[in-house]
């Protein structure tokens, strides 16, 4: 990515700050990270540099997510759902790739600052965790049994996941002391998302992130020794009692006990997290079916119990959620955006390459189980993602 020369010391200090805090925010506090982004936005008003917005609104990366935006808001428009008007100011954030992009493009240095910051929070979080899990530590209302630190475990999980493949990347580029350093936060990290912490999204992000990385890293031999080493670990913990087996167990488990649940019972049969997740399913494609082109509109999809007043207004899947209010138009647009993801991705230099298609790679199949874009935490890192990656296309477009 090219550089822009700030006007002053004190600019450049306060982007590399801006940066390095959006990093540590992530995963710890939602606060931190508006306060972050307000930063980030003092900035490029501070700079008055914007020769870059007319070539950064040309990028799908940027327009294809404000389209999803519009889409999802003129719905308010034609169809009526109370949760409406919220759901669209939860997706409001599609609008940040440009501003985002316009903040990574004025100093080369400042992905650095911000993957700084995202594993020294993870790396914080690791150390906590882990002293509370193995020495049962009950300090501010930590669980030993499920020792999340400042977010909830799902969050947690995933995040934690990207490290260990950041960690696990760096590992590789590094030698000695730094290289063993690095495959040590790599091992905990797995070993905190697969032993301690109760959360399967993460292991989702991992077996596909670490999966990706290795298989467009290491040379055909090494593909072939960890993928031996792999099937040796899946058969240990298939036959090692342990949290991981367990839990993918007590899933598996809850889904075929509210499939085969008859009618009157499926409320109470699917109140479970991956029982509601299965009935999730089937009340989006309810949905779809009544308007498969245009969608249901914002809020549109709703499950619960009437009687008690529970109901939840997300299907924890993405692809879902999306085709449900957007219909599959929204769909076409939202795997428009991620294909011109992978696209860009693909076009870096191979190191660089092998670890933006890991990650995104690990955010599609983490849709399949959460709506991601409409998380806060989730959905700001791969919007800085997006924000990234149009950075890098703009920024080696022909002069």
Known sequence: MSSTNLSTPTRLRLFGFTAFLLGVSLPTSNALMNASLVLAAICLLSQRDFRQVMPLLRQPLVWLPALMFALLAISLLTEHHEYGPKMVGKYQK??????????????????????????????????????????????????????????LQITQNVFMAFAALLWLARAYAQSGVRRWSYVALALLATANILLMVQGRTGYVALLVGVGLWLLLTLPRWQRVSVLAGGLLLAIMLMFIPNRATERLALGLAEVRHCVLAPADLAYQACDNSMGQRTAFARESLRLIQQAPLL?????????????TGYGVHNPHNEYLLTTVQNGLLGLALFLGWMWCCFQTAWRQPVACRSLLVAVIGSYMACHLFNSFLLDSAEGHLFLVLAAVLAGYRVARRPK
């Open 295 to 307: 969608g249901n509109g914002a809020g549109s999809f709703w499950y619960g119990n009437a009687q």
């Open 94 to 151: 599609l609008l940040y790739v440009l501003p985002l992009a316009l903040f990574f493009l004025a100093d080369s240095r400042l992905i650095a600052r911000f993957i700084s910051g995202f594993l020294l929070a993870n790396a914080l979080i690791l150390a906590i965790s882990v002293t509370s899990g193995i020495g049962n530590v009950t300090l501010s209302g930590l669980n030993p049994l499920n020792p999340t630190v400042f977010k």
